[in-house]
């Protein structure tokens, strides 16, 4: 499971981890409790609450953030800063509101983009018309297409999840890109290769129960974005909904809120409008592996 790495402010200084007081959770109007002891505040029946720290909409994507989100996406891990210009050089930040979209599926494949800062949610259209959550996108991730990379047309919708920042590079940029970096062209091929493989893996998901595909979702996030913060489990501080978990773990809405609400029953997740706590990782691991009945 991966913690939130610090990220580089406009004069291009990586902030120090600062400790965080566990103790003390705002509760769900936001009000910090004046007492430092969770258990005092838990006995006066207050709801834990962990709230989603808010993402301000930047204006533009400040080049350290920029150099920062591209030395962490895959396709340029390893340049040198040199090279790392030359890319950014290509690229155009872009803005968006929560719930924006980015691309419509079916619209033509024409650009790849990188998170630099918020969250992407990818989505696709069931036959009936009903949107699901393919997966989410956190700080330098790469998604979008291209016709040059076997993908005439966007397979799946993007949107903001949050205030996000992207760096979107078009398609003959990036041919430009691929020419004069050689390493960049086999990590693209390398990619293809994975999706594929993801791809032909995501098949079979829906064959395991519906604990197993919502364990398996959780955890997969919790790898991806999850805080872990010890004996408080691991938080997901992303605006999850029922529906949006559902997608991601090939089920419905119903099915997923009655394995949800027994969990938080038994003090395996909690979760709150903006966010969700592993409360007990070692038990999802068990769901996911299907050794809990």
Known sequence: MTTPVSRPDDAGRVPSSAGTDRSRRPDDAGRVP?????????????????????ITLPHECPRPVRMYVLGRAPYFQGMDEEALDRVDARMHARTYAPDQ????????????????????????STPEGTETVTDI????????????????????SASAL??????????GDFRTVLAE???????????V????????????QTSGSVPQRVATALLRLADKLGDDRGRDGVLLEVPLSR??????????????????????????????????????????RQEAEGMRE
């Open 34 to 54: 004046s007492s430092a002891n969770p258990a005092s505040a838990l006995t006066q029946g207050a709801r834990r609450s962990i709230p989603l720290q808010e």
């Open 101 to 124: 979209r980015i691309y419509h599926a079916g619209d033509p494949a024409d650009a790849l983009y990188v998170v630099a800062e918020g969250r992407v949610k990818l989505s696709q």
């Open 137 to 156: 996108l956190v700080p330098g991730e790469l998604f979008g297409a291209m016709g040059a990379l076997g993908e005439p047309y966007f397979q799946q």
């Open 162 to 171: 949050v205030g996000t920042c992207a760096l979107r590079i078009g398609q």
């Open 181 to 191: 970096e050689p390493g960049v062209a086999l990590r693209v091929l390398d990619d």
């Open 193 to 204: 290769s994975a999706r594929l493989t993801r791809a032909q893996s995501d098949i079979g």
């Open 243 to 284: 529906v949006d978990l559902a997608g991601l773990a090939r089920s419905t809405p119903e099915s997923v809120s009655r394995v949800m609400s027994r969990w938080k029953k038994e003090g395996v997740v909690d979760s709150g409008r903006r966010w969700t706590a592993l409360l007990d990782v070692p038990r999802l």
